[in-house]
């Protein structure tokens, strides 16, 4: 009976990353234009939320090879009543940006508390890489203490890798276009 309900607790679960990531995929099929990609942002960081993942800000850094950074591209609010995106530009080559330009080429996962990059940052980070950068999320940043991304939380994200990778695709179309 044990076995039983594990079993159908799985398939539940399944069922709900299932829905997300539908979820997710629906509203980047809906983009009119550039600026949509920032509704797929909060989208996606509700979305991680309502599977039980507690992250503070997600968001899309997009490499740059050439010039050796990473630009974070957009990144949710952070806090729990704030919707919205943020959008910035290029960072400056730095060893936390060579670090990152590295996991991404290698497709290796990048999952570290904040203080590794940054000796004054508190919480955690995970960089997941996509096709043209990296899916991250940060938990902890206001809260001192907060543990670390499990496993299962990091996989969670890697499924929605593919639909940002589709969502970013998307945005450079329409950016052309404009």
Same mark, same amino acid.
């Given at each position: ?19 997300? /990531? ?8 809906? =983009? ?8 797929? $942002? ?10 039980? $993942? ?6 899309? !850094? ?8 990473? /630009? ?10 704030? $919707? ?12 936390? !940006? ?12 990048? !999952?570290?508390?904040?203080?590794? %990059? ?18 991250? =999320? !940060? /938990? ?9 991304? %499990?496993?299962?939380?990091?996989? %969670? ?22």
């Amino acid at each position: 009976r044990h076995l039983d309900l594990a079993a159908a607790e799985n398939r539940a679960l399944d069922a709900e990353r299932s829905r997300a /990531r539908q979820h997710v995929r629906s509203v980047v099929s809906a =983009m009119q234009n550039a600026e949509d990609i920032e509704d797929v $942002v909060v989208v996606l960081r509700d979305e991680l939320r309502s599977l039980g $993942v507690e992250v503070d800000q997600v968001g899309i !850094n997009v490499a740059d090879e050439e010039e050796g950074t990473i /630009r974070a591209s957009w990144s949710s609010l952070v806090g729990d009543d704030e $919707v919205g995106v943020t959008h910035g530009g290029h960072q400056t080559p730095s060893a936390s !940006n060579a670090r990152l330009l590295e996991i991404w080429k290698s497709g290796e996962i990048w !999952n570290r508390p904040r203080s590794e %990059t940054n000796p004054t940052d508190q919480g955690w980070v995970v960089d997941v890489p996509f096709e043209f950068g990296t899916l991250a =999320m !940060n /938990r902890g940043q206001e809260v001192a203490g907060a543990p670390a991304f %499990t496993d299962d939380e990091v996989a %969670t994200l890697q499924r929605f890798a593919d639909v940002i990778s589709l969502g970013y695709t998307r945005f450079r179309d329409f950016e052309r276009l404009e």
